[in-house]
């Protein structure tokens, strides 16, 4: 297993407890050993029971095995937060979700939940079970997407849960605000993930760099140093925030290239 990148290292005033659901690989990976190399201590949730042990060795935590979308499955998890960390425990970092790529057309009933359910649901149970293990406050974040904010390709669906992750963030960071819990969410671009990174060959990397306004697309330490900044006391005035991680190009119109010439100037494109 590749060693994970350098993260840059946060702050934590006390000591800083944390619960990552979906931290077997990836970012959720990369973010055990950013809040690790910040001086946390990482409870590794993952449904594979392998991948969950194998970042706690790394980062010196401890591993659960959870099916995340299960309700029961989450109070087990919360109940050893607080079993292991108190009541007082710093905070959740969710990264679990899994696009189903395909036309909204070839979507029916039960990929429609399965799709809400690996997206929703598990940051629903998190929020609701979680906050109540939180009784000193702390801090949430949540992995959102930028489907969620522009339309992507064969995303919709994901996309529409995704969108309903950031409002459900927004309202979250409201509701528990005066309990001194900040929730907050990023929403990366396209990251060369383990999973992306086997379905998507380097010639369609390639081809994506050049959309990409920074010319290349994330790593997953590109994201876990910003979920490291929510996560610290560098963001103690920060919730209900939804930060866009990809490398500008929501930013970009998805236009043909304009011509310049004698019928089609820049000062008369100005007009």
Known sequence: MAKPESTPVGDFSNPARFVVLGAGQGIGRQTCHALAQAGATVLCVDRDKELAGAVADEVKGEAFE???????????????????????????????????????????????????????????????IGAGAMVAGGSMVFVSSMAGTVSVENQTVYGTAKAALNHLVRCAAHEFGPRAIRVNAVAPGFVRTPRLLAALDESFWAKLDEYIPLRRAATPADIAKAILFLSSDMSTCVTGTVLTIDGGVSTVAALPTIPLGPKASARELKA
């Open 66 to 128: 959870a099916d995340v979308v299960n309700r029961d499955h989450m109070n087990a998890v919360f109940a050893r937060a607080s079993e292991r960390f108190g009541h007082a425990f710093s905070g959740i970092v969710d990264i679990v979700g899994i696009a189903d790529v395909r036309p909204l057309s070839d979507i029916d009933d039960s990929a429609w939940s399965r799709q809400f359910d690996v997206v929703l649901r598990h940051a629903y149970l998190a929020i609701q």
